[in-house]
């Protein structure tokens, strides 16, 4: 699936928007947060997990433990 994104400071005169669309879309607020996004997705990184409390849309992580082995936890 391609990634949309959609910039809020980007106004039309249609009227248009994802949702009346029927579109999956990432919202941005401006252009640069559009990069960033772009940025993140082209290095394989969920764009959601990068908002505020997106940490919890990450299901596994990795832990170095004081020993230095690795933990998983989910």
Known sequence: MPLIIVVEENETVL????DKLGI??????????GVG???AHK?????T???RNGINNIGCTSI???????????
């Open 15 to 18: 009227d248009d928007t994802p």
């Open 43 to 47: 290095a394989g990184v969920d764009p």
């Open 64 to 74: 170095l433990s004081p020993n230095g082995s690795r933990r998983f936890d989910s």
């Open 24 to 33: 999956e879309a990432v919202k941005v607020s401006n252009y640069w947060e």
């Open 49 to 51: 997990s990068l908002r």
């Open 37 to 39: 996004v772009v940025a």
